[in-house]
């Protein structure tokens, strides 16, 4: 399709009424010109098409067609498997052909900034590296099957308090390190066709008219070749939006905002070749669905399967004291808690599912063993209810072992607001520690969506995070539970003891409409480990019921330089009895102190499957970004010549193996020129300590009484290291003049 040749017969009402939204779900239309409309919809753990249109919302307020629910991100990232987020996008991708849709909103990418994010359930990590792997593998599932992936939302948007105005204070660095990675990698590996922009500021602009965002870094430094829509309502000028590389407004504004873009256009304050620039990245995208469109069918039945088989991989056992797991059939079992009856699946908002089928614990229990049953509490609030708590001890009671089906209430974890807090409803806690003092073994199986203090901790003898597991999640937790299959699943995000210990605790959710993320790049478990401070459970932790061995951590080269690649392998061993899949953490630690970092970052993983007695080699790479931080002041990653360690770990905290690595970096920081550059900093560089003792030393010696570096004591030295060149003025003869020809001379010696 020449797309240029239908945009040269377009009327400048029709482009600009392209660039909006027919209605919720729909791209306009063009019959004159055989132009489709085209639909996307709601992800991104199932499809939440709203059939009647008139009737169509953002956030799930309204039915949608009946549709299979898979695990929500925080149970999916929970896998560490690339595959499996693949073959999850292919399922999806399949659906939305059957249903006619082209373009699936997810995966979401922001970073778990703070556990009270009341969309935290939606995303996958608070680790970018984990996050962006993830997500290009999920895109390159679902656009397999000719159906477009948003990858959302872009950019820093990690709180649902005053999301449509707030501003998010971030540091490049930050961004570049932290809240931009994910969606980079998605990008560069997978080119999802198209971005969702979010609702907040970001220093200070709209992400919809953010140009630095949206064109010079998703497009000019990332090679984004899809359309960038807005967020639902996300658009406040639209003009300004075309301009910065905003494509497509959704829904449509009745026509207002395509009446703004005619009149900027006739004005001359918007160029038609750049409105023509947006009609072309969207009509590429709607006719690289049509195009491939084909009629698919899909089995409800045959999903759900699916959905399960994912649940299982996703659910993290978190303890397992005395190895009261798995539990046996022989065993008289009693299970507590509303959520046995009533599963929390998902999440609230617009990611909302009209499940297919949501079978319960309670509903499966006589196909495991001798079950018993009692509410102990609701699952849509915190009532404390006297009966119902008598009736759950004396049944629990009973029991040779307690299962408790615990979690969030959909009230405290919802799109639109965040939570107040890290617990539990009273009416939970109260009853797990009762439970725990009739001298029968708890486990507690937790649904929600982000973490939880756990008061009760230290008191049961099993812990199960099953997450919001989709629709099929009793099945899944049963089979663990049972041992009818092995937990593989490690945590995504640190458990911290206390709310007050997450790193943005003062900062979160900022005030008067703006939020400085002062924690900088110290978010998540590379705070917790550079505090090395007491956590609930670290990043990356999770049990089996089997045990794994590692063995023979080589690396290919012990040298390596910035155009390198680094391949790691080691060999895993099964040493248990049952069949089980291990994940291997490799984590990159900087030895240089060449600038601030953290202890250690997650810099790849894989997931191994063994059987009992069997080893396998597990090999992963390392490019130079896996070394590197983003330099500022060159605008660039830089990773400092020296040692590296490479760490291989069970968790961010189980540092099981350890190498050493000299990188070899030809690509000499520099540093920035002009009056008040540190001397030190000119020493330190390779490139311009020939200059300090050259052309510095005669005037450092003026009061210094030295001729050369070599001569002076710690003292001296020290003194002139953290001394601007501009303080030579003070203790010298030179002037102004001769400062301002030392900065040109320097200027010139580094070019």
């Not at 710690?714 to 290291?721: D, P």
Request: with cysteine; glycine share 8%; proline share 4%.
């Amino acid at each position: 399709m020449d797309v240029k040749q239908i945009i040269s017969q377009m009327t400048l009402e029709e482009k600009a009424a392209m660039c909006s939204g027919a209605d919720f779900w729909h791209t306009e239309k063009v019959d004159r010109l055989g132009i489709p409309a085209s639909m996307v919809s709601d992800g991104p753990h199932g499809l939440r098409k709203q059939p009647n249109e008139s009737n169509g919302d953002h956030l799930g307020l309204n039915d949608a067609i009946e549709a299979v629910c898979f695990p929500a991100a925080c149970a999916t990232a929970s896998s560490f498997d690339r595959e499996l987020l693949r073959d999850m996008g292919v399922t999806l991708g399949k659906e939305c052909q059957a249903e006619g849709v082209s373009v699936l909103l997810g995966p979401a990418v922001n970073i778990k900034r703070s556990p009270l994010c009341g969309r935290n359930f939606e995303y996958l990590s608070e680790d970018p590296y984990l996050a962006g792997e993830l997500a290009a593998s999920y895109v390159n599932g679902v656009q397999s099957q000719n159906v477009g992936t948003s990858i959302k939302h872009f950019a820093a948007n990690n709180q649902e308090n005053e999301r449509m105005s707030v501003s998010a204070e971030v540091d490049e660095r930050t961004l570049r390190e932290i809240y931009f990675p994910a969606f980079e990698t998605a990008v560069k590996k997978a080119q999802p066709w198209t971005v969702m922009c979010s609702y907040n500021r970001l220093n200070g602009t709209y992400a919809s008219e953010h140009k630095w965002l949206l064109t010079d870094v998703l497009r000019n430094d990332w090679g984004f070749e899809g359309y960038v829509m807005s967020d639902w309502g996300a658009v406040r000028d639209r003009v300004k939006g075309i301009i910065a590389g905003m494509d497509l407004e959704m829904p449509g504004s009745g026509g207002a905002n395509d009446r703004a873009i005619i009149q900027a256009v006739q004005e001359g304050s918007l160029k038609e070749e750049t409105l023509d620039l947006a009609v072309e990245r969207i009509l590429n995208i709607v006719y690289r669905y049509t195009e491939n469109r084909r009629n698919e069918e899909f089995s409800r039945e045959k999903d759900h399967q699916k959905a399960a088989e994912i649940a299982r991989q996703c659910i993290v056992l978190l303890k397992n004291e005395a190895q009261v797991l798995p539990l046996s059939s022989n065993e008289k079992i009693a299970l507590i808690g509303g959520f046995a009856e009533k599963p929390r699946y998902q999440g609230g908002g617009s990611s909302h599912i009209n499940s297919h089928v949501v079978p319960c614990a309670v509903q499966l229990k006589d196909q495991y063993g001798n079950m018993t049953y009692a509410k102990g509490f609701t699952t849509d609030g915190d009532q404390y209810e006297e009966a119902l708590q008598k009736e759950a001890l004396e049944v629990a009671g009973q029991s040779d072992k307690i299962v408790v089906f615990a979690g969030l209430p959909d009230v405290f974890e919802s799109e639109s607001y965040d939570r107040d807090h890290m617990c539990l409803p009273n009416c939970q806690n109260q009853l797990i520690e009762k439970l725990t003092k009739l001298g029968k073994p708890v486990i507690v199986v937790l649904h929600n969506g982000s973490p939880v203090e756990m008061p009760w901790v230290d008191h049961v003898y099993g812990i199960v995070e099953a997450y919001l597991g989709g629709e099929a999640v009793a099945k899944a937790v049963m089979d663990i539970l049972y041992g009818e299959a092995n937990p593989s699943g490690r945590l995504a995000e640190t458990f911290p003891r206390r709310l007050e210990d997450n790193p943005s605790y003062l900062n979160f959710p900022g005030m008067q409409k703006q939020v400085n993320y002062a924690e900088g790049i110290f978010v998540g478990y590379r705070y917790y480990d550079a505090r090395k401070m007491d956590v609930l459970f670290p990043f990356g932790y999770g049990l089996s019921y089997t045990e794994f061995s590692y063995s023979n951590l080589m690396i290919d080269k012990s040298r390596i330089t910035a155009k390198d690649t680094l391949m790691v392998s080691l060999d895993v061993t099964n040493t248990g009895s049952m069949e089980g899949k291990e994940i291997v953490q490799l984590y990159v630690s900087d030895k240089t102190h060449s600038a601030i970092r953290p202890v250690r970052e997650l810099k790849n993983f894989t997931a191994v499957t063994l059987k009992p007695g069997e080893t396998k080699t597990a090999s992963m790479e390392l490019d130079y970004r896996a070394f590197a931080w983003y330099d500022t002041a060159q605008k660039d990653w830089y990773a400092a010549g020296g040692t590296y360690e490479i760490c291989i770990g069970k968790s961010s905290r189980d540092i099981v193996m350890r190498t050493e690595v000299v990188l070899e970096n030809e690509k000499e920081k520099l540093p920035k020129i002009d009056e008040n550059v540190m001397i030190g900093d000119l020493m330190d560089c390779a490139k311009t300590a020939d200059y300090v003792e050259e052309r510095l030393m005669p005037y450092i010696g003026e009061f210094i009484g030295k001729t050369s570096m070599k001569e002076m004591d710690e003292m001296e030295r020290s003194m002139v290291y953290y001394m601007p060149l501009s303080s030579l003025r003070s203790f010298t003869k030179l002037d102004n003049e001769g400062l301002g020809e030392l900065v040109d001379e320097l200027k010139n010696h580094v070019r």
